[in-house]
């Protein structure tokens, strides 16, 4: 896709270059291949039936500090709660180990009542917030290991589970912990809101576009030719199959027989 137009580049909309990829150059597309969150789908019919699919958008909001304040891109559970409109508020604090054994004295005071911030590796996503949750933590985020934007989701199932938990980039996780470093044994004042943005769609761009799927780094194969793993509820056309899928390939559902009209079928 990336070198040849087609009808469906017509429908390939950057948010950042202002231009339709059938009217970009090689060197934009491959540009915009890559441009995480900026890619959009400008059909009528996915776009007419984007609000009645997608719910809103689940996002991480520093607050405080100002060094470090802004909304981040966040990967869902497929387990615990998920995510309100209110959602959870508390200081963000990062524990000494992987959170894969119960929790140190020092690891659970930290974690007692704020959210907190557990490195990925060596052990299941669910025992890393089940840990969390019998130390007190209110919320976990987990920091992901490799490069690679937007977070994948946290999959995995623990009907024990009872508070949420999203996955950040590493990117995202190192400026934090920049920030962290300054933090008190109890308390770092990195205020920390996880909850969704109902104003938003889960899975589009401010116009209510769904985005299409450009990790950085490239996905060859899956890159641009699915719609976004932000996308909630999880879609057919996401580019991987997920266990949350139903039969479904209409609204309010799914977007896939919507595309394939865009396309002229």
Not at 24 to 29: F, P
Not at 58 to 79: E, K
Not at 134 to 139: H, I
Not at 198 to 212: E, F, I, Q, S, Y
């Amino acid at each position: 896709m990336l070198g040849f137009p087609s009808a469906f580049d017509n429908f390939l909309f950057d948010n950042t270059t202002l231009k339709f990829w059938n009217l970009m150059t090689d060197a934009e597309r491959l540009a915009s291949a890559i441009n995480t969150g900026k890619l959009a789908w400008t059909g009528a019919n996915v776009t007419g039936s984007a609000p009645a699919v997608l719910q809103g958008n689940p996002q991480m909001v520093v607050s405080a500090p100002a060094s470090v304040a802004g909304t981040y891109l966040v990967g869902t559970a497929g387990f615990g709660p998920a995510l309100t409109a209110g959602g959870v508020t508390g200081d963000l604090m990062p524990i000494s180990d992987l959170g894969c054994a119960a929790f140190s004295p020092l690891n659970a005071a930290a974690v007692n009542g704020n959210i907190a911030l557990i490195d990925r590796g060596t052990c299941s996503f669910t025992v890393k917030v089940k840990n969390a949750q019998n130390a007190g933590a209110k919320a976990v985020v987990i920091a992901d290991n490799v490069p690679g934007s937007p977070p994948p989701g946290l999959g995995g199932a623990d009907p024990t589970i009872t508070i949420p938990a999203v996955r950040i980039t590493l990117a995202n996780a190192n400026t934090l912990k920049a920030q962290l470093r300054f933090r008190s044994r109890t308390r770092s004042g990195v205020v920390t809101t996880l909850n969704v943005n109902t104003a938003l769609l889960a899975g589009a761009d401010a116009a209510g576009r769904p985005l299409m799927f450009t990790p950085n780094p490239v996905q060859p194969g899956s890159s641009v030719s699915h719609w976004d793993t932000s996308a909630t509820p999880n879609q057919l056309m996401e580019p991987s199959i997920n266990a949350n899928l139903t039969h479904s390939v209409v609204p309010p559902q799914d977007l896939t027989k919507q595309l394939l009209l865009d396309l002229g079928w």
